[in-house]
């Protein structure tokens, strides 16, 4: 296996969640108990990284060997194809994607698809869309109602 970046790994320590790795046979506390001032940051910074390409220029040569020796990338970032093919959408075609990816539970809630789908619309007219709707994804993925579910 390929070792997750240092930076992956920071991140996992602060929220307390160290992949393969749990503090006990019952594994990780839920709910509520993920959720702390300490943790929120992290878990901002978690999302994010994932998201976004893999910054193989912070890599030490070791990532670096181990991620050419893998081959496929996409095992450690989402999928950048994915924000290109959302952007070609409809926005509310789009904003029904991103809420089946984040929230599915709210997927068919048609005030925040409304609202989804205005939010894209509007930061599509102000920067690249796929870059919209990656910051659009991560705000749903850090949103309460995520965090909960």
């Known amino acids: 296996p390929v070792p997750l970046p240092r930076r992956s790994i920071a991140l996992l320590r602060q929220m307390g969640q160290m992949p393969f790795n749990p503090p006990n046979v019952r594994g990780w506390v839920g709910g509520r108990n993920w959720i702390n001032s300490a943790t929120l940051a992290a878990r901002r910074a978690t999302i994010n990284s994932v998201l976004s390409p893999l910054p193989e220029d912070l890599l030490n040569g070791d990532e670096r060997a181990a991620l050419r020796a893998a ?79």
């Not at 509310?92 to 991103?98: I, K, N, S, T, V």
């Not at 894209?120 to 659009?136: E, K």
Request: glycine letters at 4%; proline letters at 8%; one cysteine or more.
């Open 71 to 149: 081959g496929n990338r996409s095992d450690y970032t989402f999928p950048q194809a994915r924000f290109e093919q959302w952007a070609r959408l409809p926005a509310g075609e789009a904003a029904r994607a991103l809420l089946a990816l984040a929230l599915p539970h709210r997927a068919n809630d048609e005030q925040l698809v409304g609202q989804v789908t205005a939010f894209i619309q509007q930061a599509s007219r102000a920067t690249h869309p796929p870059a919209a709707l990656r910051a659009i994804l991560a705000t749903l993925l850090e949103s309460p109602d995520d965090q909960l579910c």
